[in-house]
């Protein structure tokens, strides 16, 4: 079945510091989204994608749709320390059912 | 984005018993969502909670297993049946509102279930 990868698993940086994280896939997708989720919370919605190509800013989160639609990309500019969380990915699957296939998550924890 | 409560936050259960989950949405919602959180793991969809009918479910999960309920736009339940430790997971609902934001889905707080 398909499946999304995350990388990387985990980071550790110094608040300040910017974060890239990726997610990639052997299929095509039409929608990205991208989570982030804290511990005993459930995932908050942090970006929607729906062209290749998009990129698309929430703040100091910025999120990209790859060229190949089998990626996306997202960055954290100037990390703080509630930036703490695990971020997932999450692709359409198949396209036109409005469900989605969960990526295997970055885990990011912030040095103060 | 809609408001999404679960019921129970957590619960710690008892090897070969029940426990159904309910999930509350503020608004009526087209598409709602049941997935499964195991610990330290990602999100994997259980099934999609059909209004007036009965889900849809993914491969590796059946009806007699976690059986679904949607009565109406608002509400629905997931019965986790007859727990083993295996069973032990975060269940979490979600919905799209397809009249809205097409194709962005929204989470509940999740319900931390512990089998015993």
């Known amino acids: 079945g398909q499946q999304l990868n995350q990388s990387p698993q985990s980071m550790f940086i110094q608040e300040g510091e910017d974060v890239s994280m990726n997610c990639t896939s052997s299929?095509?997708?039409?929608?990205w989204l991208w989570y982030k989720q804290e511990p005993g919370e459930g995932p908050v919605l942090l970006i929607a994608?729906?062209?290749?190509?998009e990129l698309t800013s929430n703040g100091r989160l910025t999120a990209q749709f790859g060229i190949t639609r089998k990626d996306s990309f997202l960055n954290i500019s100037a990390s703080i320390p509630s930036d703490v969380g695990i971020y997932f990915c999450?692709?359409?699957?198949?396209?036109?059912?409005?469900?989605?296939?969960f990526g295997t998550g970055t885990r990011l924890k912030v040095l103060a | 984005s809609a408001v999404i409560s679960q019921k129970p936050s957590r619960d710690i259960c008892q090897r070969g018993t029940s426990l159904t989950i309910q999930c509350q949405v503020d608004s009526q919602v087209t598409m709602m969502f049941w997935y499964r959180q195991q610990p330290g793991q990602s999100l994997t969809l259980i099934a999609t909670a059909n209004q007036g009918s009965e889900a849809t479910y993914e491969s590796g999960f059946v009806i007699d297993k976690f059986p679904i309920s949607r009565p109406n736009l608002t509400f629905s339940t997931l019965t986790v049946s007859n727990m083993s430790p295996e069973d032990s997971s975060i269940y979490l609902c979600s919905v799209e509102d397809l009249t809205g934001r097409l194709y962005e889905q929204y989470f509940g707080p999740g319900t931390r279930l512990t089998v015993t």
């Open positions: 999450a692709g359409e699957a198949p396209s036109g059912t409005y469900k989605y296939i």
């Open positions: 299929s095509i997708f039409n929608t």
């Open positions: 994608l729906y062209k290749a190509g």
